[in-house]
């Protein structure tokens, strides 16, 4: 056996963290595709080897699997999503239709069905395993198990190109964001710019000319509005597609065509070109709807809700319909106060953030600017993890042996820990924090490895903060809830008190998988909280009264815009599921743009083509389940309420939370998780008060 191979092996099978920096190595990279390709077909050979055992041999260990398959899989799919390469694509592109064919071959098995039915009605199961074999059950169930040959094998076609076309959707995306530039000459429109953003423009200038030995911006390949040209590097700014370089320039830069021409780019990132993703939407919109109709449903947003806490398609709708009919008279009331404010006789899109900033800043005295300096990243990290141990008694310890960082590559920016709960050792946590141009944007949690008979999980969390120069890193409000979020993410893995790795994660009701994630953000932003928790960078003070009043005043001020953009979303997403027919890319373009328009605001464009890179419905799995967020966004007030009867670090509540809810995980219903913490069924109104809609 190829020594190369050995160790992959003996890697994968360690029970102790595994060697990332081998693992993501070139060497490893060089036989992924064939040791990937041998690991499939030992499971294959398994996987036949399991269906001839005979039924009086079944029990349940009989459908326990540890993969190295998975695990390797599962390794390179992160690689491929935080190191981008056209090496990692390759291997991507090469094996993902293979394990998809096995996946097909299992998720259509009758023997294996009819396994699973016989171990439910013979076993000797505990109420774990119960709740595991009935599941899978379900699922064939849902798969439509007894559907003919000629049905299955066409559900297997659409299970193979989803898988194709997310891969290619997704990197579409990064392609064209990378290509996504912009230089200015001075900070003549950057005046209003907090230090640590201007600072971070001028260092990713001086990288881009440094990396490509290329010259200064000329007349013919700069990216901006009006501005003089001039050599000096150290004159020049640069901006990315980055979530940080956007958020800087529609807050802060003074020129309104210049806000306008990065708003028309981020909502139309993969809409033109060699990126175009407008074919592969109309095409995983159609098949997954095809899919639904295969197996009986209406469409695919009825076949997404079998595994949710929505009821239907129109009580989801309903909802948001509601939501969006209170916020709006709130959200143009808004609006008026800034127009009135400014004396403006228009109020664009790409002009909001940055007059609502100036606004608050201007008449309500609250300076966004001055609040980060009360959340260097260090200390906010020091506070996310104090937050934890005083509520759950959950702390993080780093790894005791680390590993030194790539020279370049995936490794160069992340923290490894190992996580104690009640001083019992229970998983294990990376932390990848700062953007890179091959990292997919935004912020997300995932497990690399799952538990599997005392071996321990590894979750991992990642973030696109622009990493400094020079240190402070000052962290904007948002990026703070952005770390607590994603926190709660991994906290709702660890806690998990099942040994199996099916009752683990998100596999509670996907409505529901938001629910602790967002309540970890209260432990922050809530104005019963931040003054607690924020810490000046400097003199360690705790938040001054103006700052704090001027930040309770605001607490809620635009979050009626923002319901209404959510649900825009929400509402958007259902209607591409809902089984519409679209004749063509140009028929999508135009339903979408009526639909957008009759619930937005602001009318947008033709050139509004946000869908070409909503990752979360056509690369992530939140087709027809964007809502949740919203969702848990209402069961998330109803728990802060119960929180906030008492202290927010009370340890009966806390407990109560964890042994109802974390640790619980999706050993029951997510409805009757939250009716054992509440004693109640969930109400709207906490929700209503707390946005002050009621």
């Not at 390179?76 to 996946?103: M, W």
């Not at 959200?331 to 909001?352: H, Q, R, T, V």
């Not at 996907?510 to 922050?524: A, C």
Request: glycine share 2%.
């Amino acid at each position: 056996m190829n020594n190369t191979k050995q160790k992959i092996i003996l890697e994968l099978e360690k029970k102790e963290f595994p060697d990332l920096n081998f693992l993501f190595s070139e060497e490893v990279l060089d036989i992924a595709l064939e040791v990937l390709n041998d690991f499939l077909e030992e499971e294959k050979k398994k996987f036949q080897e399991k269906l001839k055992i005979k039924d009086e041999n079944i029990n349940f260990e009989t459908f326990e699997d540890d993969s190295k398959l998975d695990f390797f899989w599962s390794l390179l799919n992160h690689l491929l999503n935080v190191n981008n390469s056209e090496k990692i694509r390759e291997i991507v592109k090469k094996i993902e239709p293979k394990i998809t064919e096995f996946s097909n071959e299992i998720a259509y098995s009758k023997r294996f069905f009819e396994m699973l039915k016989y171990c439910k009605k013979n076993c000797k199961l505990d109420k774990e395993q119960e709740k595991i074999i009935d599941d899978a059950i379900k699922n064939y169930k849902i798969r439509w198990i007894d559907l003919d040959e000629k049905k299955q094998e066409e559900l297997k076609k659409i299970n193979l190109e989803f898988s194709k076309l997310g891969t290619n959707f997704s990197n579409n995306v990064l392609d064209s964001e990378k290509e996504f530039e912009y230089f200015l000459e001075d900070d003549k429109y950057l005046k209003e710019f907090p230090k640590s953003d201007l600072e971070n423009a001028r260092n990713l200038y001086k990288e881009k000319i440094g990396q490509t030995h290329r010259s200064a911006p000329t007349k013919e390949n700069i990216s901006h509005v009006g501005v003089n040209l001039c050599v000096h590097p150290d004159n020049w700014y640069a901006f990315d597609a980055s979530a940080s370089s956007y958020s800087a320039i529609m807050k802060y830069c003074n020129n309104s065509k210049i806000r306008k021409h990065f708003s028309q780019a981020h909502s139309s990132f993969a809409s033109s070109w060699k990126y175009d993703n407008r074919e592969i939407v109309l095409k995983i919109i159609k098949l997954k709807n095809k899919k639904a109709k295969i197996l009986w449903y209406k469409n695919y947003a009825e076949l997404s809700l079998e595994f949710k806490m929505a009821e239907s398609p129109k009580q989801v709708l309903d909802l948001l319909e509601d939501l969006s009919k209170k916020a709006k008279p709130k959200a143009l009331k808004e609006i008026e106060e800034i127009k009135n404010y400014f004396w403006l006789k228009k109020l664009n899109s790409w002009d909001l953030a940055y007059y609502s900033r100036k606004l608050k800043q201007e008449k309500y005295k609250f300076d966004d600017k001055k609040l980060k300096e009360f959340f260097e990243f260090e200390n906010t990290k020091k506070i996310l993890f104090d937050t934890v141990k005083k509520l759950y008694w959950v702390e993080l310890i780093p790894l005791s042996k680390p590993f030194p960082p790539m020279k370049k590559g995936a490794l160069n920016n992340i923290e490894v820990y190992e996580v104690y709960k009640d001083n019992k050792f229970i998983s294990y946590f990376i932390w990848d924090y700062f953007y890179s141009e091959n990292k997919r944007s935004g912020a997300w949690a995932d497990e690399l490895r799952s538990k599997f008979k005392g071996r321990k999980n590894i979750i991992v969390n990642v973030t696109n903060f622009v990493k400094p120069k020079k240190w402070p890193l000052l962290l904007s409000l948002g990026e703070v809830e952005s770390l607590f979020h994603e926190f709660g993410h991994a906290l709702h893995w660890m806690l998990s008190k099942s040994k199996y790795s099916e009752l683990s994660g998100f596999w509670v009701e996907w409505d529901f998988v938001e629910l602790p994630s967002q309540l970890m953000e209260k432990w922050v932003s809530d104005e019963k909280t931040i003054k607690n928790v924020a810490k000046h960078y400097k003199t360690w003070e705790k938040l001054d009264d103006e700052l704090f009043n001027a930040f309770k005043s605001l607490q809620y001020y635009w979050t009626w815009n923002f319901i209404l953009s959510q649900n825009i979303l929400a509402i958007i997403d259902m209607m591409f599921f809902s089984g519409i027919e679209f004749k063509n890319t140009t028929d999508l373009h135009k339903k979408f743009l009526e639909k957008v328009n009759s619930l937005s605001i602001f009318k947008k464009d033709e050139n509004y083509k946000m869908y070409c890179s909503f990752g979360h419905i056509f690369d992530w799995a939140y087709s027809a389940w964007y809502y949740s967020y919203m969702w848990a966004d209402i069961i998330v007030e109803e728990i802060w309420a119960e929180f906030k009867k008492n202290w927010i670090f009370d340890t009966k509540t806390s407990k109560n939370f964890y042994q109802k809810i974390l640790w619980a995980w999706s050993i029951k219903k997510a409805s009757e998780m939250f009716e054992d913490f509440m004693w109640r069924k969930i109400n709207i109104d906490n929700f209503l008060k707390a946005r002050w809609l009621k």
